[in-house]
């Protein structure tokens, strides 16, 4: 039970620690949920005290979705874009996960940029960059994109592709187009800061 204790005041420890990057001034909701906790757990009401800081971890997995999004590149020239969007998973669901999205198009083509952190699904694109015979096994091959290893899948028949990319072991970008040439998708994929992705903490 002692160690059940300790177990759940680090947690509401690690989340005012998360918390601290955000600023205090936007975070109202996030420290007003972490001081609910910290009095739940006072109390004796662990339950409680889970649900607030579950609450917690879901606001500021919000909050790493809407960073992510001031990633996702401008429409090029002749191109439109719709407003981009994020979206954050509990790891109950799927493995979890933070998103951020946004769609291109110009006439009948489209363009759609996805930046994907805290997912399991890096794991399994990890083995395709460390081993090119996975990649090639799938129709793809490694390519260096704006200084980073990409593996990038293109039909010219078909003028539809996708390109994926791998920042700091962190952060998956992908790039799908149809309708688009190789040339297009490889602007949007360069059209990324990744040097100031990869210092995003």
Known sequence: M???HMNAAKAVLLAM???APFGLASADEVTDSINEALQQYKNGEYAAAVGSLDYVSQLIRQKRGEQLQSFLPKPLTGWTAKDSTSQAVGAAMFGGGVSAERQYHKSSSSVTVKIVTDSPVLQSMMMMFTNPMFAASGG???EKIG???AIV???PTGRSGEISIVVVNRFLITVE???V???ELTSYAMSINYK???ALS
Request: net charge positive; charged share 40%; hydrophobic share 30%.
């Open 2 to 4: 002692r160690k059940a």
């Open 17 to 19: 620690v998360l918390v």
């Open 140 to 142: 793809g091959k490694l």
């Open 147 to 149: 200084g980073q290893k």
């Open 153 to 155: 899948k293109y039909s």
């Open 177 to 179: 187009g149809n309708d």
């Open 181 to 183: 040439t190789k040339e």
């Open 196 to 198: 100031k992705l990869a």
